[in-house]
């Protein structure tokens, strides 16, 4: 199975960015990954996904200040998280099923 980790995430001021970082175990050139976060005391939610051919999709919550993107060369994916704002705390994870990253940590404060 492959293996995913996840890394980039840390403590940022509302309105800051971090940038996430999602690097597979194996090469991920014709393979779709999704984004997911889980906030404390809530479910696991969807973010974003970039598939194959590079198409993506977002949560509307996220649309317009996320951007997921992929370098296959290095077989990781990124999300870019601007305009954070406290309700972005979570922990993070990526997604390559039924494979599950160990998550990173994003804490907004206000």
């Known amino acids: 199975q492959v293996q995913l980790v996840e890394s980039g995430g840390g403590l940022v001021q509302a309105g800051g960015s971090l940038r996430l970082s999602c690097t597979a175990s194996?090469?991920?050139?014709?393979?779709?990954l999704g984004w997911y976060r889980q906030a404390p005391g809530k479910q696991r939610e969807f973010v974003a996904a970039i598939f194959s051919v590079g198409i993506t999709n977002y949560a509307d919550s996220v649309k317009g200040r996320f951007a997921v993107s992929r370098d296959n060369a290095k077989n990781t994916v990124y999300l870019q998280m601007n305009s954070l704002k406290p309700e972005d705390t979570a922990v993070y994870y990526c997604?390559?099923?039924?494979?599950w990253g160990q998550g990173t940590q994003v804490t907004v404060s206000s």
């Open positions: 997604n390559l099923p039924p494979a």
């Open positions: 194996r090469s991920i050139s014709s393979i779709s």
